[in-house]
């Protein structure tokens, strides 16, 4: 059974920083693509940034690009993403989503802008204050 679990979300200042971590089982990180997402009240969920795990550029959504930086840890089987310069817009639920068969970073890409992941985490929530 696949399971994805989130850690490291909390409140902090605008212009702190914060880790995320993804913590896999039953699902190896090694390959595949693997992606976060946020939602916060009232919006769209919004696909942030996604790693094809095998190779290949990282995918950041323009409103997070340049301060969150997502990277792989296969011996631990962990996601991250590193979020430095936070902004009160950034306050929302983060989730960790996992998939395989996007054939490449594109693909990956694809699949993070179109929310299409078969896996996801229960969430862990990011407060940023002014």
């Known amino acids: 059974q696949v399971q994805l679990v989130e850690s490291g979300g909390g409140s902090v200042q605008a212009g702190g920083s914060l880790r995320l971590s993804c913590a896999a089982s039953?699902?190896?990180?090694?390959?595949?693509?693997m992606a976060w997402f946020r939602q916060a009240p009232g919006k769209e969920r919004e696909g942030v940034a996604g790693?094809?795990?095998?190779?290949?550029?990282?995918y950041y959504a323009d409103s997070v690009k340049g301060r969150f930086t997502i990277s792989q840890d296969n011996a631990e089987n962990t996601l991250y993403l590193q979020m430095n310069s936070l902004k009160p817009e950034d306050t929302a639920m983060y989730y960790c989503?996992?998939?395989?068969?996007?054939?490449?970073?594109?693909?990956?890409?694809?699949?993070?802008?179109?929310?299409?992941?078969?896996?996801w985490g229960q969430g862990t929530q990011v407060t940023v204050s002014s």
């Open positions: 989503a996992a998939g395989s068969g996007y054939g490449g970073p594109r693909g990956c890409t694809f699949g993070v802008q179109k929310g299409a992941f078969s896996y």
């Open positions: 039953g699902y190896s990180i090694r390959t595949g693509c």
């Open positions: 790693l094809y795990t095998s190779g290949g550029s990282p």
